[in-house]
């Protein structure tokens, strides 16, 4: 299992967009859209921070009333299935400025 | 979490994502058309070529996409007239990438090379279409009016096919082109490409008409048809309750989907050419929200089309509002050309009769 000092990134080459509060993902290489549920899309908003396991349980915790030690079961076991889709990447993407 | 595999075509997944963005006028689907200059004369083409020098520049390319993304825009089209005639395609690209867009490339084929194919990839473009207008190379440069076009689109195709990038080979029907569509099918299915065709021929921005020679005759449809169909059965269209045909919203122009021009004006779909707003002007949003060209499409329901309405032929008519207005004059009205097609299918399998049908 992730640690939960783990940040994690959107992957960069992934096309999505929240539609009226539902998370639509787009895999980079063969196209599969995904949905993603209420909890979910929360999760793929905060991932555009490159959050760390914790604090994306952390901020569960406080929105959805849910226990602690589940939150980080739960977003670890669902950061892992985005990072199996490659819509999700534990490496920090490179910066267009970094150049 | 669910999913659904492929382009937009419309999968049950997509179908639903769209009806949410319909209910709430989300523009889920854009087009950019990147510059109106073209190295190719295509002789249907409804594009009026400018070197005026007013084009968009990149950043204001990039302040739209900005736009488009916080609107809720996801799947966008990079358009010309031939938009890898402009030098900054690929900056383009990038950014579209990096604002989160699902973006799909139009082009001619012929300027795409080695490099552009590995920048592509790399940019994960999601599909390039790649115009074709005939199987054999001497139909389609004589619609293209340039020598060796199809050699280069087909050179294109492999290089972005070699990358393993979806490619679309697209063509539209033409008197020159049609009975080529076995082998185009042919072409494309060797390629590994995919392959989609229409039959509408948009007259010129200048008002200039389809010139009459590419009009497709009567017995050139037919025969294609009969072949599409591939002698039946034909499964017949699923049938919509007559209560809720009339508030089918009969077009998505301006509601989920829109266009913007080479000079930023916003326009609801690349037949529909009249401007709703200038995005160097305005927002995105503010014309998007407040454009009264815009309500007034939004609030069109196939109950207001007083002839299609209640058309026995409706479930089998790809009628276009833009080219029904080009036709027509009225937004309402019919489609000649989507009447015909219609009606031609219908007779064909021999289930319906149009009693209705207006043309």
Redesign the interface.
């Known amino acids: 299992m992730l640690p939960p000092d783990k940040e994690v990134f959107r992957d960069?080459?992934?096309?999505?967009?929240?539609?009226?509060g539902?998370a639509?993902v787009?895999t980079?290489?063969?196209?599969?859209?995904?949905?993603?549920?209420e909890t979910?899309t929360r999760i793929w908003e905060l991932l555009a921070d490159g959050p760390t396991i914790a604090e994306i349980a952390s901020v569960l915790v406080q929105e959805f009333e849910i226990e602690a030690d589940r939150a980080r079961q739960d977003v670890a076991a669902f950061i892992d299935?985005l990072l199996c889709r490659e819509i999700a990447t534990l490496e920090r993407p490179r910066d267009?400025d970094d150049e | 979490m669910s999913d659904s595999h492929g382009d937009e075509a419309p999968t049950p997944l997509l179908a639903r994502i769209r009806r949410k963005a319909a209910q709430q006028c989300v523009p889920l689907h854009a087009m950019i058309e990147l510059t109106h200059r073209c190295n190719l004369s295509c002789r249907h083409c409804y594009v009026v070529p400018k070197s005026d020098g007013n084009e968009l520049s990149l950043d204001d390319i990039r302040r739209i996409l900005d736009q488009l993304a916080d609107a809720g825009c996801l799947f966008l089209i990079l358009s010309g007239g031939e938009p890898l005639l402009r030098e900054d395609f690929l900056p383009i690209a990038a950014y579209a990438r990096q604002k989160g867009f699902a973006f799909v490339l139009f082009t001619n084929g012929t300027r795409v090379t080695a490099d552009l194919a590995a920048a592509l990839f790399d940019l994960c473009v999601r599909r390039v279409e790649i115009s074709l207008l005939g199987g054999k190379p001497e139909t389609h440069d004589a619609i293209t009016g340039v020598a060796g076009s199809f050699r280069e689109a087909i050179k294109g195709a492999e290089l972005l096919l070699a990358r393993s990038i979806a490619v679309q080979l697209k063509t539209t029907w033409m008197r020159p082109n049609i009975e080529e569509a076995p082998l185009l099918e042919s072409l494309a299915r060797e390629m590994g490409a995919q392959f989609r065709s229409g039959h509408a021929l948009v007259p010129r921005w200048d008002n200039r008409p389809v010139p009459a020679d590419l009009q497709v005759t009567r017995s050139q449809l037919t025969a294609h048809v009969r072949r599409q169909l591939g002698g039946g059965p034909y499964p017949e269209p699923a049938a919509v309750p007559k209560e809720r045909r009339k508030d089918i919203i009969p077009c998505g122009a301006g509601r989920t989907s829109c266009v913007v021009d080479a000079h930023g004006r916003l326009l609801p779909c690349v037949v529909l050419r009249t401007p709703v707003g200038d995005l160097r002007k305005g927002s995105f949003q503010d014309i998007w929200q407040s454009s009264p060209e815009l309500k007034h499409l939004r609030s069109i329901r196939l109950a207001d089309l007083p002839d299609c309405s209640g058309c026995n032929l409706f479930t089998r008519c790809s009628r276009c509002a833009g080219i029904a207005r080009l036709e027509t004059g009225s937004l309402l009205n019919p489609s000649r050309q989507a009447c015909n097609l219609a009606r031609l299918v219908a007779n064909e399998c021999m289930q319906w009769v149009a009693p209705r049908c207006p043309v």
């Open positions: 960069p080459r992934t096309a999505s967009r929240v539609i009226a539902e639509v787009l980079p290489r063969d196209g599969r859209i995904l949905t993603l549920n979910g299935h267009d």
